[in-house]
């Protein structure tokens, strides 16, 4: 069951925006995270919901989408997320949050999976203007933002070819490829 949470747990782009996600299915996304282990058990995450259409348009131009695809500035109007789900850190409670992020990240997203949603990780953010705009208290630091929304795109995983390249692409059909490296390639043989 989790291999297959995992492999269903791809960085989605596109979404279908008219697909409402309500609030109280976030906070169960978040609510989800206060069990998970936390460095020296600190819990400095804090978490910023929006699935209201003002905020979200805030939050959505601050974002830069994906890297690889130069010709792509994210998803048009109509493929937007209906939700996003911002995580940050309390500076007065940890200056550093190790692992933290991570993990709050991947099982909410894994979580959202099974929920027949699908997301993204976002670290390319405009930080100074998203606090501003949301007017977030100096003491948090804006770690990620995650999309979230029903998915409007098909994203296959491949392996990568031999010489190492593992950037993702869209062939015509808007499919969404993503390489990844061999079992082999990434055990140590020591």
Known sequence: MIQEL???????????????????TLKGLVNITR?????????P????????????EKIFKTLGWAGYLKDWN?????EKPSA???ILNDTSI????SFDPGIAAQTILLAAVEK???????ANINREELKASLNIDDKYEIILALAIGKPKEEV???????????????DENKVHHVPKRSLDEIILNI
């Open 45 to 56: 995450l804090k978490y910023i919901i929006s699935n209201i259409e003002d905020r979200n």
């Open 156 to 170: 296959v995983l491949e392996l990568a070819n031999s010489n190492g390249d593992i950037k993702y692409w869209r």
């Open 6 to 24: 995992v492999k269903k747990n791809r960085s989605y782009r596109r979404f279908y925006q008219n697909e409402s996600i309500s609030g109280e």
């Open 116 to 122: 027949h949603l699908g997301g993204c990780m976002l």
């Open 84 to 86: 996003y789900i911002l």
């Open 35 to 43: 069990s998970t282990a936390s460095g020296a058990n600190l819990q």
């Open 74 to 78: 994210g998803p048009e109007e109509g």
């Open 94 to 97: 940890s200056k550093n949050p």
